[in-house]
């Protein structure tokens, strides 16, 4: 059983993926005595990445296992990878981030102090040309407690566990994540699932990854947070009963949004973002997910309600 299996999702990506694999070959190499493996999930690519991927495996001094899964999600995805991987240690990696040489020695020294935790570290720019979002770049220790959002508070492109802990808290949830109905927060949902179980989730600011999201137009940075909220909204009505602090961040974006409206004062300093569209994705999150509880238990006309209230909520007024 190796100590640390590295996870990593990918799809369409494969020059991005390359970059994502070397730095993780380059933390192996420098931790020669750390036993480590790769799981490459590949989920439906129609690029170049299968050939990418053979032409790494045969010259990697890592064990790289490539799995395909073809159910378009990222949950789908991680499951997957999750199912094959055999470490002590399960490290999830986005396919557009890159680890820091130091990344594997980091893991080694945390998981020797603790292991029943979801640990995640710090989050930077890669190309300090994108804006910055999907970034934590926080240099304070801190422990997850319901007095903020669950959303961001461990990234999932930099989010690690042992394999103990993920077997209790289990598979991640399909309805969530990138490819997904619900689009987004997969992570957040298996957050939210621990602590409700009595895990303790971490921020460490080391165990540093490099993200690559090249997103450089204001217009994709807020395309990308009305999804995150869509899921979050979701969050809200999956959790409602053992988690209903997460309705508490709700009223409070919905107050911030009316103060907006009189003060200016906007969501994120760097970005600006306006409260008004979170508070919109997420009714629409927790409808959609109204719609996909309902749709193995309601009546075809009750299903055409909840669709058409969907529809005009997206549609916005």
Not at 1 to 26: D, Q
Not at 185 to 196: G, I, K, N, S
């Amino acid at each position: 059983m190796p100590f640390a299996s590295f996870i990593v999702c990918t799809r369409n990506r494969a020059k991005a993926l390359a970059a994502c694999i070397r730095s993780i070959e380059e933390t192996c190499r420098a931790y020669p005595a750390i036993t480590t493996e790769l799981v490459v999930v590949d989920n439906g690519s129609t690029d170049e990445t299968q050939a990418e991927l053979r032409r790494i495996s045969a010259a990697s001094g890592v064990a790289i296992t490539i799995v395909m899964e073809g159910r378009p999600g990222l949950a789908f995805a991680r499951n997957a990878g999750m199912q094959r991987a055999r470490g002590r240690v399960l490290v999830f990696i986005d396919d557009d981030c890159e680890v820091g040489r130091g990344y594997l020695g980091d893991l080694q020294r945390y998981y020797t102090k603790g292991n029943r935790v979801i640990r995640g570290g710090r989050v930077e720019l890669g190309n300090s040309c994108d804006l910055p979002f999907t970034v934590k770049r926080s240099l304070v220790p801190a422990r997850f407690t319901p007095d903020v959002h669950p959303g961001g508070f461990v990234l999932g492109c930099n989010m690690t566990m042992h394999r103990e802990v993920a077997a209790r808290i289990g598979r991640f949830d399909e309805r969530f994540g990138a490819g997904a109905p619900l689009q987004s927060a997969e992570d957040t949902d298996y957050l939210v699932r621990a602590y409700a179980l009595g895990i303790p989730v971490e921020y460490v600011p080391d165990m540093m990854v490099y993200h690559h999201h090249g997103r450089r137009e204001r217009a994709e940075i807020e395309k990308l947070h009305r999804s995150y909220s869509l899921g979050n909204g979701a969050l809200c009505l999956k959790h409602l009963f053992k988690a209903p602090w997460l309705l508490k961040h709700f009223f409070w974006t919905v107050r911030s949004a009316f103060g907006e409206t009189f003060s200016g004062a906007r969501f994120d300093a760097d970005l600006q973002l306006s409260h008004w569209p979170i508070v919109l994705m997420n009714l629409v999150g927790a409808v959609r997910f109204a719609r996909l509880w309902l749709a193995g238990r309601a009546t075809p006309t009750e299903l055409h309600d909840v669709s058409e209230a969907v529809s005009r909520l997206e549609r916005g007024p």
